[in-house]
């Protein structure tokens, strides 16, 4: 019974490793590369003016969401160039894992609240967004391929809100 699971197991096929190597990974990794380098020309370019032309807090909520728009691409670049070793055969996904070489993948969110957000140059807006759902299928994908659940952050702090919460209303009473 036990050999017999063995070689069903060995006999199965990884949808993820699948997906991985199909063309449709080539697609999201073209699309990936090339969002970080449309990010990289606006911010260096027509970005930098425009917060420049802006109010003081709007500056800094452009120079948030800028910075986070440029770590959350470069944690996927990062990704998809790992995965697209593996892919090559130039690591095995042991090695991609392993801490040496492991990219961890974090779910991030937008850096400023929706009605600050709206007003920033419509660009920016557009490329956050569009670095989001990017984001949302890579960590698709890596859960797929690994197995590793993806806890989002926002929940995660709403819970140790809600802990805060309930410890002061608690010693309030």
């Known amino acids: 019974m036990l050999r017999r699971a063995?070689?069903?197991h060995r006999n199965t096929v990884s949808f993820g490793d699948r997906l991985a190597n199909s063309e449709t990974f080539k697609?999201?990794?073209r699309e990936g590369m090339v969002l970080v380098e449309e990010a990289a020309s606006y911010l260096d370019g027509p970005g930098r003016r425009d917060s420049r032309l802006m109010p003081r807090g709007e500056a800094v909520a452009y120079a948030s969401e800028s910075m986070?728009?440029?770590?959350?691409?470069?944690?996927?670049?990062s990704w998809l160039l790992l995965q697209r070793?593996?892919?090559e055969g130039d690591l095995?996904?042991?090695q991609a894992q392993s801490d040496k070489h492991k990219v961890n993948l974090v779910r991030q969110e937008l850096a400023t609240s929706p009605d600050v957000f709206?007003?920033?140059?419509?660009?920016l807006q557009e490329l956050a967004l569009q670095s989001q759902r990017l984001q949302e299928r890579i960590l698709h994908l890596d859960q797929l391929i690994h197995g590793a659940d993806v806890e989002p952050v926002a929940p995660a702090i709403h819970s140790?809100?809600?802990?805060?919460?309930?410890a002061f209303n608690g010693s309030a009473a």
């Open 6 to 8: 063995q070689t069903a």
């Open 27 to 29: 697609l999201l990794f």
């Open 68 to 77: 986070r728009l440029t770590t959350r691409l470069m944690q996927l670049a």
């Open 85 to 87: 070793s593996v892919n």
């Open 92 to 94: 095995t996904q042991a």
């Open 118 to 123: 709206t007003k920033l140059p419509e660009r």
């Open 160 to 166: 140790q809100i809600e802990s805060l919460r309930a």
